[in-house]
């Protein structure tokens, strides 16, 4: 591919590959109704307001810092489940089995409401009743997913934490289970550890390969800015020139066509003055008045085919074409029409839901194009 090929560009990729995914899923869904469904192929249309990206210079800036940064970040996440592991080790040697007691009716049996972890010098059962006693066995909060019983669900807990989900719940879980002497340091270092400060590394890069990115466009654009000047500066100095060699050409030197064409009327004429004979004087004379008067003229009569006449006025149509498609396809009114267009058909997967009419579904169907 030539450097400025179509397909270079990774923007003109994605587009081209939303599109001949459409295309195919279109042909195959006509060709094959029955014995092949292509509703696989049609969940990839939903990529088609990502055509948004490559006509808006500010989305690609935002979308070149994501996908330059996956390196730091998943540096950020090993980190994360560093901490995730070193915290789940811990919670499972401090708190493992501590949460499955809760306040049962001494007589009954029955379960307190709201259950909540009891133990001694945490939540005392006696404060809602004399008859109800701190024993097991109770699954534990969130229907026994929140604990630290194992490394998988300590882990799954400590990731919770992390992300501030109900941490302030877990640290009362666990003091109504063994008491609020030391338990609270555990989850204020795990939070301001793991929340305030690792997993804002993750903006931080963000932030830096934006600014990065954002950088180079702006130099991007300078440097185009830069090139078209220098290639229109090129192009006037070479057009001047080529009018001055014109010029002294036309000046200094004739034609050796033209000269040719001279040399040509000079003989017949004095072959004319020569023979005395009228009728081949006429004859001289007509073959004078048959010489052609312009250079194109004798260009065309001696060398150009009907042949290459016609190619020729193809390709003087085929490049006033490209042009004019090329004009229509960069405008903005084009542009933005695709968008709409686009915006319109994501409007209608939108639409699509379980058990819904058959006048939608044909209706779906004829605009998912």
């Not at 404060?127 to 998988?152: K, L, M, Q, V």
């Amino acid at each position: 591919m030539h450097p400025g090929a179509y397909l270079r560009s990774r923007w003109n990729m994605l587009d081209f590959t939303i599109v001949l995914i459409g295309m195919i899923s279109t042909t195959l869904s006509s060709i094959m109704k029955d014995g092949f469904d292509v509703k696989a192929l049609r969940a990839f249309r939903v990529l088609r307001p990502l055509r948004l990206v490559s006509g808006v210079p500010s989305l690609q800036v935002v979308l070149n810092s994501i996908l330059r940064a996956m390196v730091p970040l998943l540096h950020i996440a090993l980190l994360v489940l560093f901490v995730i592991i070193i915290y789940a080790i811990v919670g499972l040697e401090l708190f493992s089995g501590k949460m499955h007691k809760t306040c049962f009716h001494n007589i009954t049996g029955d379960m307190m409401e709201d259950p909540t972890p009891c133990g001694e010098g945490g939540y005392q059962c006696n404060s809602i009743g004399s008859h109800y006693i701190c024993r097991y066995y109770w699954e534990g909060p969130n229907a026994g997913i929140t604990n630290f019983d194992n490394f998988g669900l300590s882990m799954l807990t400590v990731f919770q934490c992390i992300t501030l989900e109900g941490w302030t719940d877990m640290l009362y879980y666990i003091e109504d289970a063994m008491g609020s002497n030391w338990q609270w340091i555990y989850f204020v270092s795990m939070v301001i550890l793991g929340a305030f400060f690792v997993m804002n590394l993750i903006l931080g890069v963000l932030s830096g390969e934006f600014s990065k990115e954002r950088t180079k466009a702006k130099s991007r654009g300078d440097f185009q800015k830069l090139r078209e000047k220098q290639r229109i500066e090129e192009d006037l100095k070479g057009y001047l020139d080529w009018i001055t060699q014109a010029e002294d050409i036309d000046t200094y030197q004739d034609p050796p066509l033209i000269g040719m064409i001279q040399e040509s009327k000079m003989k017949i004429v004095k072959a004319n003055v020569d023979n005395t004979n009228n009728s081949v004087g006429g004859i001289a004379m007509d073959s004078l008045n048959q010489i052609p008067e312009t250079t194109a003229d004798y260009i065309h009569q001696q060398s150009e085919s009907w042949y290459k006449r016609r190619l020729r006025a193809w390709d003087r149509f085929n490049r006033k074409m490209r042009r004019s498609c090329r004009k229509a396809v960069k405008s903005q009114a084009f542009y933005w029409l695709i968008i709409v267009l686009v915006f319109l058909n994501t409007g209608v997967l939108a639409t699509e839901h379980y058990h819904q009419p058959q006048w939608l579904d044909d209706f779906q169907e004829e605009t998912k194009i």
